[in-house]
């Protein structure tokens, strides 16, 4: 049957009589796509460098993703902003990083249009475009959009996935999370995983068959309506998780290390005619070390990490493959568009030993070599957040020097494929037109037939960015429209333009001959020096992987290209350049809430992220908890901040009142009280106070004394000699009753939920002294519970 249809915005076109059998319907229409109109899938890897992937020269086994690219395009001149959600911002947007608010993880916003961290509503998203042209809208995995400081449960969740357009989400909103114990959301709340690792549990596999469930919930109902899916791993951002099976099959093939592997693999890339025949594979990076004049014992270390990495990837991709398979069963896979990319390049976040925990790089903690090896068969489980070293992370980037952070090429040229088998004629053809993140969204917009919209929302939308790659599709020689792009990361800069790269690297060509670290401020006169003195010059046509330096000779190019990067910064909202790094963290933002010194957390509730708790860093604080305490003994936490990689944790075990503080994985402090707490009502406390001065640039916050009380009698005492400076935690939050996910401690399974009745608990931050006084616990608490 036909019925009467009209569109928004059109005229009613029935007719309304006096009564029903003089008067004729018409219907709002439904969002109808356009018939035959193809799916939409992006599959974002984390850290995934261009020599990494076994279809871009890689020992390590990626069958499905090598699938992809025989069914379709390899482009071997993708580019990213050289970090995480400023790239995902552009794959999103199809504008740049800065026009995005997003010079950095919003972590390190700052307080000036480009860089805070929120991404502009004009600046309308594909989710929020094709949902519009009736579209299923899915997001899964990493999300890492929203500002930090709205990702808690008092929002605003306009910026949350299903703010921007996207129908469903699963996943987690922070910039990594631990494979095993993930921070989880569905929809708009946090959820839990249904498995433990004991019983098999990987985020992996777990997104995949989310992926799946949310596109049959749809398919079965209206098997016509097309889907946009952006799926992102955590993979392979650190930690480096894999059951041992899958790190074990790569059990001595990286025995030989870093160089022998950029050999092998630029090798692999010249024969298979992804890089030109005439590269020149880049220098050993200075930042290095020599792989030969390693003890025995670092060389198993090491190759051990790059073992787990590569089981990593292959389990990444296994699980892929199974999604991809999914759709073939559907019978969507012909007409789907699916893109991959990687969000930068390989990551040194390892620094230059490797790590067993990551949070040290954030927290400017310089790693131990004998904790690394001690935790050597460990690596890949639960107990660890490992990162390898930054040989491996050169390695990745095969043929290109540096890495994530910086603009040389390293940093910036990323994986790439494009797979449509209904829509492109080419197969397993390489392409090297030159592209960058921003170019994805109208690549899919000219497929599909859809123009930019002027408004969505009621909101007027800002031009794109970038340009389409579809007259690429099926013709190798088509010019590329790409011809301007300039790129900023931590105040290393660079400009693309029309075959040649201008770099300006920062703090220098390494770490090694600049004599300076990642983070080291530039102020007005060292810009200035630099923009003299600082900047090299590539013809990328003719010098691939950036190895022949032509400043000297090209002077008057590289000048004007210089002039050409300050009108780009001009233009998208670059400036200031800001170098600070993970310093920027500690910067204050505005908070939805209104600035207090008491916060009280209750129990059921949701984790509170990290930038939305009181900063419980170098700061005196104290903690109180309602409770009961069950006949038998309590037994359980109060109240935790953090997991295995960092953080501090209120609890009651076996009957004693406990404090445990984990200093980034590197140390663990555990103070009791003298007595078992009796059973009963009671107010459980603890007090921080700092007896020294931080020192954050070589990764140690204060000194402290810690005193526990019951119901104001102190009960006990210890010291921390040391705490964590800055940050807990990309994904630390706290949690009233449970220590969710990875547990802060290493004598108790997680949740370790609180065996009898947590009522609240109150989190001071006032400075002001506690004594030795019942009532002051409880006014307290009525205090801050008057305010709520």
Not at 16 to 25: A, C, E, L, N, Y
Not at 598 to 622: C, D, E, F, I
């Amino acid at each position: 049957m036909s019925l009467n249809e009209y569109k928004p915005g059109q005229a009613f076109p029935g007719v309304i009589g006096r009564t029903f059998d003089v008067s004729k319907p018409a219907w709002p229409a439904p969002n109808r796509a356009r018939e035959g109109a193809p799916n939409v899938l992006f599959i974002v890897l984390d850290d995934t460098g261009f020599g990494h992937l076994g279809c871009y020269g890689s020992p390590i086994e990626t069958p499905h993703l090598n699938a992809l690219a025989a069914d379709g395009l390899l482009y071997n001149s993708m580019h990213t902003t050289a970090l995480c959600s400023p790239s995902r911002s552009c794959m999103l947007t199809g504008r740049n990083h800065h026009s995005n608010g997003m010079a950095c993880i919003t972590e390190g916003s700052t307080g000036y249009p480009g860089g805070n961290g929120y991404i502009p509503f004009e600046n309308g998203m594909l989710s929020e475009i094709l949902q519009q042209h009736g579209y299923n809208t899915y997001a899964l995995g990493k999300w890492h959009l929203t500002p930090a400081e709205a990702s808690s449960a008092a929002g605003p969740y306009d910026r949350w996935p299903l703010g921007r357009g996207f129908e469903r989400y699963y996943g987690f909103l922070g910039g990594d999370t631990h494979q095993y114990y993930p921070e989880l959301v569905r929809d708009n709340s946090q959820t839990e995983p249904e498995k433990t690792p004991e019983e098999g549990y990987h985020l992996t596999p777990d997104l995949v068959e989310k992926a799946k469930a949310m596109i049959a919930d749809a398919k079965q109902v209206a098997p016509n309506k097309p889907f946009f899916m952006y799926f992102c791993t955590g993979a392979m951002h650190a930690p480096h998780h894999v059951p041992k099976e899958w790190a074990d099959k790569y059990k001595g093939q990286f025995d030989d290390g870093w160089d022998a592997y950029r050999e092998k693999v630029f090798a692999n890339q010249k024969k298979s005619g992804i890089i030109p025949p005439d590269t020149q594979l880049s220098r050993h990076d200075p930042d290095v070390q020599d792989w030969s004049k390693l003890p025995a014992d670092e060389r198993r270390l090491y190759a051990r990490m790059m073992e787990v990495f590569a089981g990593f990837l292959e389990h990444t991709d296994h699980y892929i493959g199974e999604l991809i398979a999914f759709l073939k069963e559907l019978g969507e896979y012909e007409n789907t568009l699916i893109m991959v990319i990687s969000d930068n390049g390989a990551s040194a976040e390892g620094g230059p030993h490797g790590s067993v925990n990551e949070g040290k790089f954030f927290n400017n903690v310089a790693d131990d070599l004998q904790q690394n090896l001690a935790a050597i068969d460990d690596l890949g489980g639960p107990k660890y957040f490992n990162h390898y070293p930054w040989g491996w992370t050169h390695a990745g980037n095969t043929p290109f020097r540096r890495w994530k952070r910086e603009t040389y090429r390293g940093g910036t040229c990323d994986p790439f494929l494009i797979t449509w088998p209904k829509g492109i004629k080419a197969r397993g053809e390489i392409r090297s037109q030159y592209c960058h993140a921003i170019d994805m969204v109208p690549t899919v917009l000219d497929a599909l037939g859809i123009e930019a919209p002027t408004a969505i929302r009621g909101v007027t939308q800002s031009p794109l960015e970038g340009f389409s790659l579809k007259s690429s599709f099926d013709d190798a020689k088509a010019g590329g429209l790409h011809i301007t792009q300039y790129f900023e990361m931590f105040g290393h800069r660079s400009l693309y333009h029309d075959g040649w790269r201008a770099v300006c690297p920062w703090p220098g060509t390494s770490f090694a001959e600049s004599g300076l670290q990642f983070g080291a401020p530039i102020d007005y006169d060292k810009l200035i020096e630099l923009d003299a003195h600082g900047w090299e010059l590539y013809n990328i046509d003719k010098d691939f992987a950036e190895t022949d330096n032509l400043a000297d000779k090209e002077r008057e190019r590289l000048i004007a290209m210089i002039g050409m990067w300050y009108v780009e910064a001009g233009k998208y909202d670059v400036l200031p350049i800001d170098s600070r790094g993970t310093l920027r963290f500690a910067d204050e933002r505005p908070q939805i809430a209104v600035d207090r010194k008491k916060y009280v957390y209750y129990p059921g509730t949701q984790v509170v992220s990290l930038n939305a708790a009181p900063r419980l860093v170098n700061v005196a604080h104290a903690v109180s908890a309602d409770v009961t305490v069950p006949a038998e003994g309590g037994d359980g936490v109060l109240l935790s901040m953090g997991g295995n990689d960092g953080g501090y944790v209120f609890y009651v075990e076996r009957g004693k009142l406990t404090y445990g503080y984990n200093y980034v994985a590197d140390q663990r402090f555990k103070i009791q009280s003298d007595t078992d707490v009796p059973a009963g009502e009671h107010v459980l406390s603890f007090e921080f106070t700092p007896t020294g001065k931080p020192d954050i640039a070589n990764g140690k916050g204060v000194p402290a004394d810690i005193k526990l009380f019951v119901d104001g009698k102190q009960v006990g005492s210890g010291k921390l000699p040391v705490t964590i400076p800055l940050s807990l935690g990309l994904s630390a939050g706290v949690c009233v009753g449970a220590d969710a996910g990875a547990p802060v401690m290493e004598d108790y399974t997680p949740p370790y939920r609180f065996n009898g009745r947590v009522k609240k608990v109150l989190i001071d931050i006032s400075g002001e002294p506690f004594e030795d006084k019942e009532a002051q616990v409880q006014a307290y608490l009525a205090q801050a519970m008057a305010r709520q």
